[in-house]
């Protein structure tokens, strides 16, 4: 057990709806990560925050955001779904240190599987 | 921009065989780390390593061992006799940083499924 949570675990909706994932990290990790994986694109980094405030973004879709709330937990909503948005999406968190998060390990939570019909 | 190639898509090995699965990194920048991660069956993504840019010695954990080579930006791993439960596919990542800039996100590679029959 990573010490990551995430729920729902698995989540089946339909096209155009819109859903929250919800991600708690581990106690005292204040970076948070957000990543997809798909047949297509493989594991793919979406977006970060680090105590409360985006840190970095990756391959993010507009129709997709995230925040982190002051208890630092976090939620990826995903708006308007498409077919393709299938995917499994997890949540990690580390701890940042002094020489930034690079160094750090990411600690992966179970994952939500997302199926859109 | 980073890059993380893992050529072999699928592996199928025999219990007790040694194994080594591939992993070519490209990055302009000095400082990195790289990692592997495990995905069994169940889904989830466990640690295994972490390696940084200055430290090219091997390591050896048990069964596992890795290759970080930076002259041919490779980062291998091996599994020795390997068992039924080393099935999984294993992810070979990177992660950049540069100038004392926070950067954390891991960029992985496609992939190895590793099936190791008994």
């Known amino acids: 057990d990573s010490g990551v949570t995430q729920t729902p675990k698995h989540l089946i909706t339909a096209t155009g709806q819109r859903v929250t994932l919800r991600c708690s990290p581990r106690?005292?990790?204040?970076?948070v990560y957000w990543y997809q994986q798909s047949l297509d694109q493989g594991l793919q980094f979406l977006i970060q925050?680090?105590?409360?405030?985006?840190?970095a973004k990756g391959n993010i879709l507009e129709r997709f955001s995230a925040q982190q709330f002051p208890d630092l937990h976090s939620e990826l909503n995903l708006s308007s779904l498409e077919l393709g948005d299938s995917a499994l999406y997890f949540c990690?968190?580390?701890?940042?240190?002094?020489?930034?998060?690079?160094?750090?390990?990411?600690?992966f939570g179970p994952g939500t599987r997302l199926t859109v019909l | 921009a980073q890059k993380v190639t893992q050529a072999q898509t699928e592996i199928s090995v025999v219990e007790k065989e040694d194994v080594t699965l591939d992993c070519v990194y490209e990055?302009?920048?000095?400082?990195?780390?790289l990692f592997w991660y495990k995905q069994p069956p169940s889904g989830e993504l466990v640690f295994l390593i972490r390696r940084n840019s200055f430290d090219e010695q091997n390591e050896i954990s048990g069964r596992y061992s890795w290759n970080f080579q930076k002259s041919t930006s490779s980062f291998n791993f091996t599994i020795t006799a390997s068992q039924v439960v080393d099935s999984a596919v294993y992810f070979c990542a990177l992660s950049v940083g540069s100038g004392g800039t926070s950067y954390g996100k891991l960029t992985f590679g496609q992939g190895t499924i590793l099936t190791v029959h008994p």
């Open positions: 990690a968190s580390s701890v940042e240190g002094s020489g930034g998060a690079i160094n750090n390990e990411q600690f």
């Open positions: 925050y680090y105590n409360g405030e985006e840190r």
């Open positions: 106690s005292g990790d204040l970076s």
């Open positions: 990055t302009r920048d000095t400082t990195y780390y």
